[in-house]
């Protein structure tokens, strides 16, 4: 992996446990930053922390819920005191939601995915810049899609949301810049994580390979290193953008 020089940087992840969120942690710790994995289950912490080990890296687990205000405050206290500070944070925990097309699209499906890709982008970018706004640094990422781009069929709450998070991101980044804070959203095509890989068929994801330019899903890696070059000092005059890691998705 390349080395992006955080070894003086404190990171915190949301849905630092699995898929994208884990590998974000991956390249953060990679280069030497210390790393708080927050995420829903204890025994799922327990596991991604120890994948974590062999980057020789500060690491805490944090119980978080992004949906809950009162939650995230409570896991950014953690985090502070855990890390002593924060640097980076990377706004990534999500849900996929009901399929189904608007008009059925069922109430508390929406309810819930507007509550954790929407509201928990929001609760933990709030927090980080409690921290970030007093220091007069730090790098915040928050984790869209390609679907905050374009639409796609079945999935109106999920597209809302990630387009949500791209327009909230420009907007934070406007505000904060004389602060020293850079804010981004980055875009993944379709990645091979639990998300996809648990809920769709196999013929499902040989349909959405075909809307790939490169022809394949993504590896939860190839949005790891993104991510860790835009939590780094490299990334200097990055702010307010989307990025996409889209395998050409989006080029069509
Ligand atoms: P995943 O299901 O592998 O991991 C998501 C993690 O978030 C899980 O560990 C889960 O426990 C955690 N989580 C869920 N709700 C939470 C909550 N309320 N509070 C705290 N943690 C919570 O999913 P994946 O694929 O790694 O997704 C990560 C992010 O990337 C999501 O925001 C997703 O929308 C986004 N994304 C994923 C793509 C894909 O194709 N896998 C494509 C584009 C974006």
């Known amino acids: 992996m390349i080395d992006y020089q955080l070894s003086n940087k404190k990171a915190m992840v949301t849905g630092g446990a699995s898929g994208i969120g884990l590998a974000c942690a991956e390249a953060l710790a990679a280069s030497g930053a210390a790393i708080a994995l927050w995420d829903l289950s204890q025994d799922a912490l327990d596991t991604a922390k120890a994948k974590l080990a062999q980057y020789d890296v500060p690491c805490i687990t944090v119980i978080a819920d992004v949906s809950d205000p009162a939650s995230v405050d409570a896991a950014m206290q953690a985090t502070v005191a855990g890390l002593g500070g924060l640097d980076i944070a990377v706004n990534n925990a999500g849900i996929g939601g009901a399929a189904a097309k ?72 406007l505000e904060h810049a004389e602060d020293g804070v850079r804010i981004n959203s980055v875009g993944p095509a379709f990645i091979h994580t639990p998300l996809v890989d648990k809920t769709l068929s196999p013929e499902a994801q040989d349909f959405l390979a075909s809307k790939h330019a490169m022809g394949r899903l993504g590896q939860p890696q190839e949005i790891g290193q993104l991510v860790a070059w835009l939590a780094s000092d490299a990334a200097s005059f990055a702010t307010g953008t989307y990025y996409a890691v889209d395998g050409g998705y989006l080029a069509s």
């Open 102 to 173: 608007s008009g059925d699209y069922p109430i508390d499906s929406w309810d819930k995915v507007i509550a954790v890709n929407l509201s928990g982008v929001f609760y933990c970018q709030r927090a980080a810049l409690q921290v970030m706004t007093k220091q007069k640094s730090g790098s915040i990422i928050n984790m869209a899609s390609v679907l905050g781009q374009v639409g796609i069929a079945l999935s109106s709450a999920y597209v809302a949301a990630k387009h949500g998070v791209v327009g909230m991101t420009k907007s934070a980044a």
